[in-house]
């Protein structure tokens, strides 16, 4: 299950399961978005991008959904494994623009 | 081989000292990052600096200055640390600011310790 709170919202799930990580993004402005993993003691890491002229993208195991009428992004996670276990963040820009800005972080949590 | 080398890995120093952290990345790119990650784990865009423009997030304090010797180097140098700085440091790199595909690559991170 999901928990939000004053700490890093965490998200467990089951070995060989689905998972699926949102993200609200804030700029309606924003045509580009990354997810990036973030293992223990490491750099953020590219998984999979998404521009504002498609709804979904699929990668290894991966799929990312957009919704621009509610400013949402969602990551899907095929079959976890605990490799999988680490901080994902969204991240949105405009093409063209400046930086990135990244949303909250949520811990996936694999259990076994 | 590294694409994006942050040294050192663990910096722990005393309040009003002054200290860098030094950024290398070897994959061409025009331009570097730094961002701040705190102890929740949000991250923060601190500067973006290539060749032509420095790009400095409003928030970030004026005793923080990145200083770029060349393209492969965009060093962060802090004066007079304070506890709030205590925090991870990335490093990241784009092929070019404002282009159609700014995929970043990060750095393995600093962790800053002010005592």
């Known amino acids: 299950g999901e928990s939000v709170g004053l700490h890093l919202p965490t998200l467990s799930v089951q070995e060989g399961d689905n998972s699926i990580i949102n993200c609200a993004y804030s700029?309606?402005?924003?045509?580009?978005f990354i997810w990036y993993k973030q293992e223990s003691g490491k750099g953020p890491q590219f998984i999979i991008d998404?521009?504002?002229?498609?709804d979904k993208r699929q990668g290894q195991r991966v799929t990312v959904l957009l919704n621009k009428t509610v400013k949402h992004l969602s990551l899907q996670i095929a079959a976890t494994q605990p490799g999988d276990s680490a901080v994902y963040f969204c991240?949105?820009?405009?093409?063209?623009?400046?930086?990135?800005?990244f949303g909250p972080g949520t811990r996936l949590s694999v259990l076994p | 081989d590294t694409a994006v080398s942050q040294t050192p890995k663990y910096l722990v120093t005393q309040m009003g000292n002054d200290k860098s952290i030094k950024c290398e990345q070897n994959?061409?790119?025009?331009?570097m990052y730094w961002y701040k990650q705190d102890s929740k784990k949000f991250l923060k865009i601190m500067f973006s600096y290539n060749n032509k423009e420095l790009i400095i997030n409003e928030t970030v304090p004026n005793r923080f200055s990145p200083k770029s010797p060349d393209k492969a180097h965009l060093n962060l140098h802090i004066n007079s640390l304070e506890l709030g700085d205590s925090a991870v440091y990335f490093c990241a790199s784009s092929q070019e600011l404002r282009q159609l595909l700014n995929e970043q690559f990060f750095g393995p991170g600093t962790r800053l310790t002010v005592l």
């Open positions: 994959l061409g790119h025009d331009t």
């Open positions: 998404i521009r504002s002229n498609m």
């Open positions: 700029n309606s402005a924003s045509d580009y």
């Open positions: 991240a949105e820009t405009m093409t063209y623009g400046q930086n990135f800005v």
